[in-house]
């Protein structure tokens, strides 16, 4: 169980993160939406231990890893594909899956990690020489995906990873993820603008706003409750 209580995050003077609760359901995936700004990142972030944390507290399995380094949270099982897609562009396609693969908990062996990333997505195999700066956006958030994924995290934290993407690679990578993180158990938080694609593949979702949770409550119901127009009209 993941679970955060109280947690207020601030950048000097700006209060991106005021007072929200939230558990993460073991085994499902946790949606948290809100437009740009309200937040989203730095609830993430506390999560992996790269935000400025004023107050409250991030609990794994009951534990207070609040303080525990960024490096250290890897080893609890914590895996994360955040924003800006962060890749090493100079580097291979493989040496960006095996940095991945060497720095995370491991559960398999490499030959069989990387053959299950090219066994999910062919094209990587395909381009598997060439640097990871060459790659289309859709193809660099393969490897992202895949390097979050490639040591069977216990958790983890997808910022936007539909951000920027075709709607047919959205609908890949997605595929993806549920299906990963259904065959391994695992427990995911996404942040998402996209209200009806995150609510479409969650079983529970958090609406953010302003550094606050304005709205909870099981996917199913925030979409027939008419959640998604209303913030639609709100946003636009
Ligand atoms: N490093 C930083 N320094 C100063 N302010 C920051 C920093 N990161 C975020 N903020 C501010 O904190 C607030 C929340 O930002 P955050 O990135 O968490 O939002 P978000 O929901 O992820 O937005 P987006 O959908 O645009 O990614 C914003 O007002 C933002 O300007
Ligand atoms: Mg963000």
Redesign the pocket.
């Known amino acids: 169980m993941l679970e955060i209580r109280d947690l207020a995050v601030s950048y000097g003077a700006v209060e991106a993160v005021r007072g929200v609760n939230l558990r993460a359901e073991p085994g499902a995936i946790t949606a948290i939406i809100g437009a ?1 700004g309200a937040g ?2 730095s609830l993430l972030r506390a999560i992996s231990g790269l935000a400025p944390v004023r107050g409250g507290a991030v609990l794994l399995e009951g534990r207070d890893i609040t303080r525990v380094p960024a490096s250290r949270r890897a080893a609890l099982g914590i895996a994360q594909a955040m ?1 800006g897609r962060r890749i090493f562009r100079d580097l291979s396609v493989e040496e960006n899956l095996q940095l991945a693969w060497r720095f995370g908990r491991k559960s398999a062996p490499w030959s069989r990690a990387i053959a299950q990333v090219y066994a999910n997505f062919p094209i990587l195999s395909e381009k598997r020489r060439g640097p990871a700066g060459l790659l289309s956006g859709g193809q660099q958030q393969m490897v992202i995906v895949s390097a979050a994924t490639i040591c069977n995290p216990s958790y983890l934290l997808l ?2 990873p539909s951000l920027g993407l075709a709607p047919i690679i959205v609908r890949e990578i997605y595929a993806f993820i549920t299906e990963s993180c259904r065959e391994h158990g695992t427990t995911v938080l996404l ?1 998402e603008q996209m209200a009806t694609l995150a609510l479409k593949v969650s079983t529970y979702g958090y609406v953010l706003r302003q550094g606050r949770v304005i709205r909870e409550g099981a996917s199913r119901e925030l979409v027939e409750t008419g959640l998604v127009a209303s913030l639609s009209a709100a946003y636009l």
């Open positions: 740009n989203k990142s924003e910022d936007e942040a």
